[in-house]
């Protein structure tokens, strides 16, 4: 079964940091851009960040850049967002997406969704 498996939500007090991991089962993500978007109760899906399937271009919404980062270990069929000073507006459903173009292109050209991960950023 080809999936996506997000993992590594929860909560955490504003000014902490997170990691959230994509994994992917039954494909390999080496051909793909990977995105994450994030969905706040009440609120619109928004893209988080991408990164292509070289890993050597990333990119960032301004609300998390500075904060966040992306990275991928093709090795581990693994990508990884770094959550750091987090703060309450951070929280959301988180999911990560392929892209099958192999570039980050918005809300086009995914092929695959996460079911997500739960991040609270609260006191």
């Known amino acids: 079964q080809l999936q996506l498996v997000e993992s590594g939500g929860g909560l955490v007090q504003p000014g902490g940091s997170l990691r959230l991991s994509c994994a992917a089962s039954?494909?390999?993500?080496?051909?793909?851009?990977i995105g994450w978007f994030r969905q706040a109760p009440g609120k619109e899906r928004e893209g988080v960040s991408c990164i292509s399937s070289s890993g050597g271009s990333t990119n960032y919404a301004d609300s998390v850049k500075g904060r966040f980062a992306i990275s991928r270990d093709n090795a581990k069929n693994t990508v990884y967002l770094q959550m750091n000073t987090l703060k309450p507006a951070d929280t959301a459903v988180y999911f990560c997406?392929?892209?099958?173009?192999?570039?980050?292109?918005?809300?086009?050209?995914?092929?695959?969704w996460g079911k997500g991960t739960l991040v609270t950023v609260s006191s």
């Open positions: 997406v392929t892209y099958y173009l192999g570039r980050c292109l918005g809300g086009y050209g995914i092929n695959y």
């Open positions: 039954g494909f390999t993500l080496d051909y793909y851009a």
